[in-house]
């Protein structure tokens, strides 16, 4: 089994839906929780960072993170053509420079 | 701006031959990392290194080399053992918690 278990789509949803993205994982040490968004042929890049349990918004985007069911989800809301990528969520352990552990990557296809 | 720099954005490696890809970054982050990825597998860990002249093996790290005799680069070698090179490599490097990427290099072997 693996660490961290990702769906990987490719989902595809109509401009301006409610798009709901989700992890989860099997190491209960996990307590940073990133999601990255990946354009074709491109680098990962941070969208959102949480620590430990909670909600986390910046702007349409919400991070929420379920300790106690070890689950994790992003939102978009009033989604857009250019939020078309392949969105990763990433988490680590707490203290120290621990290693990364990445999902596979749901690929998104928002449709105009 | 500060960043991660890869290059090339592309390598041609023949069979046999080692190749070096680079990574510098200007963040003064201590944690490196390189990554590799391929369709359907995610991102795997290859090495990483926390502190100069320090490394670590990742999850698949037979087939490849690394050094960092500078806080700011990270060069990744693909060594001729590596019998399944052609993928899409990543750097990052890391704060305390958050981690950045650079662009990447697709490597593929001829």
């Known amino acids: 089994q693996k660490e961290v278990e990702q769906d990987p789509g490719p989902l595809s949803v109509p401009e301006g839906a409610i798009v709901s993205l989700n992890c989860t994982y099997s190491?209960?040490?996990?307590?940073?929780f990133m999601w990255y968004r990946q354009y074709s042929r491109k680098g990962p890049e941070l969208l959102m960072y949480?620590?430990?349990?909670g909600n986390k918004e910046d702007g349409r985007f919400t991070a929420q993170v379920d300790k106690s069911s070890k689950y994790i989800s992003l939102f978009i809301r009033d989604s857009q053509p250019s939020d078309s990528a392949t969105y990763l969520c990433?988490?680590?352990?707490?203290?120290?420079?621990?290693?990364?552990?990445f999902g596979t990557g749901t690929k998104l296809q928002v449709i105009p | 701006d500060g960043g991660i720099t890869q290059s090339p954005k592309y390598l041609f490696r023949k069979e046999g031959q080692n190749v070096t890809l680079s990574c510098e970054q200007n963040?003064?982050?201590?944690?490196m990392y390189w990554y590799r990825q391929d369709p359907g597998q995610g991102l795997r860990l290859i090495y990483y290194?926390?502190?100069?002249?320090?490394?670590q093996k990742g999850d698949i790290a037979e087939g490849y080399s690394v050094s960092r005799e500078k806080k700011e680069s990270f060069p990744l070698t693909v060594t001729s053992a590596q019998k399944n090179p052609t993928a899409f490599y990543l750097c990052a490097s890391r704060s305390a918690v958050k981690a950045f990427f650079g662009q990447g290099t697709r490597l593929t072997v001829v």
């Open positions: 190491n209960s040490a996990f307590q940073y």
């Open positions: 290194s926390q502190i100069v002249n320090d490394f």
């Open positions: 949480t620590y430990s349990s």
């Open positions: 963040l003064n982050h201590d944690a």
């Open positions: 990433a988490m680590s352990a707490t203290g120290g420079y621990q290693k990364v552990t």
